[in-house]
């Protein structure tokens, strides 16, 4: 659903639609190499370049995106790597700048 203030999340980045959409329902289709906002519809609304980290804020002034002030430099979900990290006492280990639970091994 696009925000009030015109804005989309996917891929742990936020992309400008336009605020004259805010609450309505889109469909975003990533590739290897591009973000597509469709309507509920198909109408294509807008393309974007695919991130290749997270964190990334896409609109009409910043095509190329710009770093959101409180994301991580964590790799995007369309990378491929490994990373070691430390399960939390809660049982949660944060990778691509998502929280994600690992069950302990018993």
């Known amino acids: 659903m696009v925000k009030q203030n015109g804005q989309v999340k996917a891929l742990s980045c936020m992309f400008y639609v336009a605020t004259s959409r805010a609450a309505e329902m889109v469909h975003v289709i990533w590739t290897e190499t591009l973000v597509e906002i469709f309507t509920e519809d198909g109408e ?54 998502n929280k994600f639970y690992a069950l302990p091994t018993m």
Not at 45 to 69: A, C, F, H, Q, V
Not at 86 to 92: L, P
């Open 44 to 97: 294509h609304i807008i393309s974007y370049p695919r991130p290749t980290r997270t964190g990334m804020y896409y609109g009409p002034r910043t095509p190329e995106g710009t770093l959101m002030k409180t994301a991580g430099k964590n790799l995007s979900a369309g990378i491929t790597d490994t990373a070691v990290r430390v399960i939390s006492k809660g049982g949660y280990i944060g990778v691509l700048a």
